[in-house]
């Protein structure tokens, strides 16, 4: 049996309220909770949240809550595999039933259901974390920052590289986490050998994140 969990807290830093925000009449998890519950794939939806307006809106958009979420859970420093670990023990103390869990982004609105039917088909044994993820312009491994006003390299390997050389590389798209329970609650590195991704379209995706994200996202959508 598959859950689902949305993480959405009350504050976010670059857009005020992001996970209601009016997304084209809707608040924006709506649209998500909507989307996922069409696919027929969970035997729940939750959404853990610290707020009760945002709770509300899930409510209403077909969702179950896991309310109140613990403050030390909810400012800006809370880990995203802190939260979720957390939810799913206290989901097993209450005795549902799960194997295992899809942590979904309130603004992962793009990803269908061939991507969650990727996802669960890619998981076993030996996969920690599915996610998705979309190809990233090659050239970045060759990007830079300046640390107390130093220039350093990224990846100091591929200085001298041709672009031919630079492999592939890829990005998060944001949409969601995939693992089985264990996994959640052994609070395993998401970001490692032993993890798999679903190839996104780059071009038909965004991971939400500020206003100009916001509105190209609203673009993408239309679409």
């Not at 974390?129 to 220039?151: H, R």
Request: overall charge positive; proline content about 3%; charged content about 35%.
């Amino acid at each position: 049996m598959i859950i689902a969990i949305l993480p959405a807290r009350k504050n976010s830093k670059r857009i005020k309220g992001k996970n209601i925000k009016n997304f084209l009449d809707k608040p924006l998890i709506t649209w998500t909770i909507k989307k996922i519950l069409n696919f027929n794939l969970f035997s729940d939806i939750y959404v853990s949240t610290d707020s009760k307006k945002i709770a509300d809106v899930a409510v209403k958009s077909g969702a179950k809550i896991l309310f109140p979420r613990p403050k030390k859970l909810s400012d800006s420093k809370a880990k995203i595999i802190d939260v979720m670990s957390y939810e799913v023990e206290k989901l097993i103390k209450k005795k549902e039933k799960f194997d295992s869990v899809f942590c979904i982004f309130p603004t992962g609105i793009f990803a269908q259901k061939k991507h969650y039917l990727q996802a669960v088909k890619k998981l076993n044994k030996k996969t920690d974390y599915i996610f998705t993820a979309i190809k990233n312009d090659q050239v970045n491994v060759k990007n830079f920052y300046f640390k107390k006003n130093q220039l350093s390299l990224i990846n100091p390997e591929f200085e001298n590289s041709m672009t031919q050389q630079i492999p592939q590389t890829y990005k998060d798209a944001g949409q969601f986490y995939f693992a089985s329970k264990k996994t959640w609650l052994r609070k395993k590195r998401i970001f490692s050998k032993k993890s798999k991704v679903v190839l996104m379209d780059k071009k038909k995706t965004v991971d939400i994140d500020n206003l100009d994200d916001l509105k190209k996202a609203k673009k993408i959508f239309k679409r």
